[in-house]
């Protein structure tokens, strides 16, 4: 127990050192360099991780692979996989950064329509984003490696550290007054190093003294299997949790990104930091789920998604009750005064998210990756039409509106954990695999 609530920490702090980093470097940017500069960070710390989420949708597979390949030490197949991943994930961030690097001119046109800021200056800002997108491809094979040994606290002290000089350069830099490019610059550097130092602790844990990329057969047909409806996932999540901000940027021009960032960034939190604290739970029931009775998965899950509940709904309540407060001090009255409608709205769709949390997990560490990706795709695919239409119509509010819509969708990951989650007796998972039989009836969905 001692073990997974030191991951639970360490997965807690690895997702808080950014967005939490972000709110205090949020006003000196802002008061510094103004918002237009402040949007057009967001913008391409967006193209960034859009870019790198779908570049790096595979990890999870990865995950899964490598910790079920620990149960019977084949160490040679662990390195096969991993050699795998990031031939996989070098495609990807390839071809991904290739697209946001031909993109740019077209994005960075509009973004700069307001003519807050200068086309020139944010292609620039646009294309270092789309190189960054190929090296987080490639760091993220070295921080899913380690969590498939349940070795957290490496890679959560090296990301955190390069998270945290990166914010504390950038404020340093907005205290100067350079500008976006600068900041996306340094930004490159200290991510570059992170990854080097991720590769060398992975490299350490499977005992090799390199990783090249190889496509091994059964390795990569494994991967892949599972890992396309991971992928689809990942592409339908970004829909809201990216795609939104690049999409407000062009319709609106960056100075129009500032207050609803920062809203989702004070939000955000509900969502993400439950998700990097129960991500332990993942590579425990994946590595477990062929001996563990359906009873004690039942009490695990339930245990869990108690700790889910609590957490989101207390921090969901303070947000409400001290947005407005926390929204003036961050970024003064007028941030404040255009926010005040769609804060609240913003805060409920992140908890509802937050809720489906342990649902997700659950599903992916017993081998329902289909089922999840259905549920992420469809409603996914459903609120796309609505985002759009309700920007069009209502601006930023229609934005804050389809954020709450695609909140409360998202609890629908809960319908096919319904046998599990109820009482039922005591029972082996399973005979003749790790998805327990309560949940084998919908295996094929």
């Known amino acids: 127990m001692k073990k997974h609530m030191t991951n639970a920490a360490y997965g807690a702090l690895d997702y ?11 006003p000196v940017v802002l008061h510094r360099i103004g918002a237009a500069e402040y949007g057009l960070w967001m913008v391409s710390t967006a193209v960034v991780s859009m870019g790198g989420i779908l570049a790096s949708g595979f990890c999870d597979a990865n995950i899964q692979r490598v910790a079920r390949l620990r149960g019977t030490g084949d160490l040679w197949a662990m390195v096969c996989t991993v050699r795998s991943m990031l031939a996989i994930n070098l495609l990807l961030g390839s071809a991904f950064a290739s697209v946001a690097w031909a993109a740019a001119p077209y994005a960075a046109r509009h973004i700069a329509a307001s003519h807050s800021v200068s086309a020139a200056e944010c292609l620039i800002a646009l294309r270092i984003a789309s190189v960054l997108i190929l090296v987080r491809a490639i760091e993220t094979i070295g921080v899913s490696t380690q969590r498939a040994f349940e070795q957290y606290r490496s890679s959560v002290q090296i990301s955190t550290a390069v998270r945290l000089c990166t914010l504390a350069t950038a404020a340093l830099l907005a205290f100067l007054e350079r500008r976006t ?12 190093l992170g990854t080097a130092l991720q590769f060398r602790q992975a490299r350490r844990l499977l005992n090799t003294a390199s990783l090249w990329p190889a496509f091994e057969p059964e390795a990569t047909r494994s991967l892949l299997s599972s890992g396309i409806f991971i992928w689809l996932q990942a592409l339908g999540a970004l829909i809201f949790t990216q795609f939104d901000r690049i999409l407000l940027g062009v319709s609106l021009g960056a100075q129009a990104v500032a207050s609803y960032a920062l809203c989702v960034q004070f939000a955000q939190p509900l969502d993400g930091l439950t998700a990097s604290g129960l991500n332990f739970l993942f590579p425990f029931l994946s590595g477990r789920a062929g001996t563990m009775s359906k009873e004690m998965v039942r009490r695990t899950l339930l245990k869990a998604l ?18 407005n407060w926390l929204m003036r001090i961050w970024a003064g009255a007028a941030v404040a005064r255009s926010s005040a409608s769609i804060f609240p709205l913003i805060v409920l769709g992140a908890a509802f998210t937050g809720f489906s949390v342990t649902g997700i997990y659950a599903l992916q560490a017993l081998g329902r990756f289909r089922t999840v990706a259905l549920i992420s795709l469809g409603t996914r695919a459903a609120m796309l039409p609505l985002m759009i239409y309700l920007l069009h119509q209502w601006g930023i509010e229609g934005l804050a509106v ?12 809960y319908l096919p954990l319904r046998p599990l989650l109820a009482a039922g007796r005591e029972g082996p998972a399973s005979s003749t695999s790790s998805v327990p039989f309560a949940l084998q009836k919908g295996s094929q969905l």
């Open 16 to 26: 808080a050192s950014f967005p939490f980093g972000m709110l205090l470097v949020a």
């Open 181 to 192: 490019i600068s900041i996306l610059a340094a930004t490159a550097v200290f991510l570059i």
């Open 306 to 323: 108690g700790c889910n509940l609590a957490a989101v709904g207390c921090c969901a309540a303070m947000l409400l009750l001290a947005g």
């Open 402 to 413: 389809s954020r709450l819509c695609l909140g409360s969708v998202a609890l629908l990951v």
